[in-house]
């Protein structure tokens, strides 16, 4: 019959535990998590509070992370519509540009135009005056 796992078979260091193979070869995996809990509860166990007091400003972190997160979706999105505004404003100032392009071979070259959307002006093409 196997020997039960026990704690020395488990060496612990502050952020680490060493497992000696050779020690647990043949125990069941019950035993070995048994052990393995009896030890990890008993390193914890003697730092209780300060895991407690660490967990406590994880959570703290987590919010403050978690608000920031937030703020940055939004301000990304707020980018993201003014990038969309921007090139829709981009296209409309290019048709302008055509239809005025287009309305200034159909009339003489004294006529003021002016392109509109909602209205705000996006093209305003000044009349030419040819000095004499």
């Given at each position: 019959?196997?020997?039960v796992v026990g704690q020395k078979d488990f060496i612990s260091y502050e952020n680490s535990i060493v497992v000696n193979i050779d020690d647990i070869i043949g125990k069941t995996p019950t035993e070995v998590m048994r052990a393995l809990d009896?030890?990890?509860e008993q390193k914890y166990s003697k730092n209780g509070n300060d895991i407690i007091s660490e967990l406590k400003i994880l959570k703290k972190e987590n919010e403050i992370l978690q608000c920031q997160n937030e703020e940055l979706k939004f301000r990304l999105k707020e980018a993201q519509e003014h990038d969309e505004k921007r090139l829709e404003m981009m296209e409309l100032?290019?048709?302008?540009?055509?239809?005025?392009?287009i309305i200034r071979q159909r009339y003489d070259s004294h006529t003021?135009?002016?392109?509109q959307s909602d209205g705000i002006k996006v093209v305003q093409d000044m009349m030419y005056i040819p000095l004499k």
């Open positions: 019959m196997s020997e009896s030890l990890l100032k290019d048709t302008a540009e055509q239809l005025v392009a003021s135009i002016i392109v």
